[in-house]
T-cell receptor, first 113, second 114 residues
């Protein structure tokens, strides 16, 4: 079945460090791919998305490229800030047509000043 | 921010009691979803709705029922709560449920079943 695999956390970085959070997926058909961010005590917020192969989603300095050949959608940011500390979820939309998302287990990021 | 509210935001209840969680939206979106979030599992879909009175099961629907009598409201009911249903519950909405559609999430309800 369709699935999303994220790197396990927590990830701890110093401020201004480079961030990569790995996400790979398994899906039949052509899903859209999403990154959501969850700050403590809040719901999930869309960070970025890509709807077809080779698309790059970007927002707030974060980027991710839809790589069909490697079935990946890795999240990157060139210089993280303390305010980026949160849990990040990779997700895909289910191409089987049941209008649902499949989420990864989330990766906690902690950025130290 | 999408207009989604959830009530209550926190609830503590005892095993065997019925519990209803409410999701209310002001966006007039067609699709509404209930998820639960548990450590190590990410978010898992419980039920979703694709219109008034139109609902379907998700991945973890056992022990849960839903109802949608108005576009703006989607109720999740635990008929007889169990400790395994202690979790954080999120409601989400989307406009048309298509593959490229974005889901927008409410603030969550933390439910503790003693």
């Amino acid at each position: 079945g369709n699935s999303v695999t994220q790197m396990e956390g927590p990830v701890t970085l110093s401020e201004e460090a480079f961030l990569t959070i790995n996400c790979t997926y398994t899906a039949t058909g052509y899903p859209s791919l999403f990154w959501y961010v969850q700050y403590p005590g809040e719901g999930l917020q869309l960070l970025l998305k890509a709807t077809k192969a080779d698309d790059k989603g970007s927002n707030k300095g974060f980027e991710a490229t839809y790589r069909k050949e490697t079935t990946s959608f890795h999240l990157e940011k060139g210089s993280v800030q303390v305010s980026d500390s949160a849990v990040y979820f990779c997700a895909l939309s289910d191409p089987s047509g049941t209008y649902k998302y499949i989420f990864g287990t989330g990766t906690r990021l902690k950025v130290l000043a | 921010d999408a207009g989604i509210t959830q009530s209550p935001r926190h609830k503590v209840t005892e095993t065997g009691t019925p519990v209803t969680l409410r999701c209310h939206q002001t966006e007039n979106h067609r699709y509404m979803y209930w998820y639960r979030q548990d450590p190590g599992h990410g978010l898992r879909l419980i039920h979703y709705s694709y219109g008034v009175k139109d609902t379907d099961k998700g991945e973890v629907s056992d022990g849960y029922s839903v109802s949608r009598s108005k576009t703006e409201d989607f109720l999740l009911t635990l008929e007889s709560a169990t400790s395994s249903q202690t979790s954080v519950y999120f409601c989400a909405i989307s406009a048309d449920g298509g593959l490229t559609d974005t889901q927008y999430f409410g603030p969550g309800t933390r439910l503790t079943v003693l």
